[in-house]
């Protein structure tokens, strides 16, 4: 699933920028960091939420987005070995094209960081329709009720009244939450298949019942990409790495193939372990008791209670901890944003436990209004999927500016054929995107336009008051980002995902395409000079975690 750096990378630097890492992680440390982040609250439902979206041809989704993965992670395998720094994700842009991209990709990066503690909400409510006390909380569409957005509302406070307590034991995964999270979905995979699989399930109904629109649409808007999403946790940790060279590649493919595998086999026993009678009226009206919780109703209708009874404590434990992870994690990217001066210092602010309070409240306020818009577990994950692969489309544009720019600066790991995978891997970002639909990216332009407001007018306000830390915007070297910004949104506007459907299925993939070949190569002609970038990266502040 989609991740924020939580464990900060042992690495100090000086105002010069040089750093001092203790590189004592191998391999398997690197693999652990990553599966442990893929292996998340998303397979709770994003095999159900796929079959109903492309039919057993979900199966082929979840390859597609493996492999529009694989190519985002090999540029990010380079990029973090150049630049072993926590949060690099949101920091590449800044290095490339100033200060400008660096507050708007920065404030992508708080976004999706924002959204994952209220997804959470939503999958622990759903999973507890099991129990009598807790089935009023959702609609039969899947959509919170009056009284289960009280109870979002009070979870997310309960995220945020630990924060303030500074528990640091909940706040951080560990090696036994690990296993937990990745021994569950085994368990499910073998023992519901035993006995419980019926291949007629796959062709009955037709294999691709909505055909090659349903199979990319489930990509982006089922959860496949957020569950996929994590890889880059090894990446955070290239400055540790005792041979980033050979490692980090190894590791983030290693991941992602580990991660594809338990999710491709969850998919396949989830469609082959359905009675009949569930999917009689077609794929999308997929419908048995307990379905709010798929995994666990399915284990009720085949006769393993034991094993339901597991699957609920799971989906209660596992987003439960996630949450309060990323309620964490949102607001230390509020505070980086403030101590590089594109939010006010109030956001960098921390009480006698070191918490940043005011960013944890904002981070509440945020998660209670995410509740409106977005009142069911799909529809949010759309938006975050967006908003994850808008911040991530920002490296393939940064690679592709330091192997021109910079070709000498030191890299312990070289991508092979980088600079045809840098310009495929930005294309295959802006169709995941594209694919998650007008309906959600309508949204994320109103969200977009919020960020500027707030982060733009405050960098008028700092630079008008003469503040020692106000951002250079660099408006020259990122010129490209507002055509990007707004020719995504009338591609999407006018194409058939959810858009007047002007552009047919296949030639709107093809603007897709061309457009962003566009934006990659007008990114690479204008973005900042040599010398700029070098400054950049010496100036640019790497935040410490507030001590938490």
Known sequence: ?????????????????????????????????????IIGSGWLYGAEKAVTTAGPAAIISWLIGTVAIVLLALVHAELGGMFPVAGGTARYPHYAFGGLAGMSFGWFSWLQAATVAPIEVEAMIGYAGHWKFAQGFLHANGTLTTSGFLVAVLLMAVFVAVNFFGVRVLAHTNSAATWWKIAVPLIAIFVIAIGNFHPHNFTSHGFAPFGAKGVLGAISGSGIIFALLGFEQAIQLAGESRNPKRDLPRATLGSVAIGAVIYVALQVVFIGA???????????????????????????????????????????????????????????????????????????????????????????????????????????????????????????????????????????????????????????????????????????????????????????????KNLPDAPRMDFKSAQWLLPYLVGMGLISWQGGFGGQAHLGLWWDMVVVAAFSLVIYYWAKATASQPEAIKRSIDEVVVVDTPAH
């Open 274 to 464: 359905l009675p009949v009678s569930t999917f009689a009226h077609g794929w999308d009206k997929l419908d048995f008791p307990g379905i709010s919780g798929p995994w666990a109703g399915l284990a009720t209708l085949v006769g393993l209670g034991w094993l339901s009874a597991v699957l609920y404590i799971d989906a209660v434990i596992s987003p439960g901890g996630t949450g309060l992870i990323y309620t964490t994690a949102t607001s230390r990217v509020s505070y980086g944003l403030s101590k590089n001066g594109y939010a006010p210092k109030l956001f960098a602010k921390t009480d006698s436990r070191g918490v940043p309070w005011f960013g944890l409240i904002i981070s509440f306020v945020t998660g209670v209004v995410c509740f409106l818009p977005f009142p069911d577990w799909q529809t949010l994950v759309s938006f975050i999927t967006s908003a994850s692969v808008l911040m991530y489309a920002g490296a393939p544009l940064a690679y592709g500016v330091f192997a021109d720019r910079i070709p000498d600066h030191e890299r312990p790991y070289r991508l092979p054929g980088g600079k045809l995978i840098s310009p495929l891997s930005f294309i295959v970002a802006n169709l995941i995107i594209y694919w998650a639909g007008w309906d959600t990216l309508w949204r994320l332009g109103i969200a977009i336009v919020l960020g500027y407001a707030l982060l733009g007018g405050y960098a008028l306000y700092a630079r008008g």
């Open 1 to 37: 699933m989609v991740n924020v750096d939580h464990a900060a990378p042992d690495v100090t630097r000086s105002e010069t920028g040089d750093t001092s890492l203790r590189r004592n992680v191998g391999l398997i440390g690197l693999m652990w960091a990553s599966v442990g982040s």
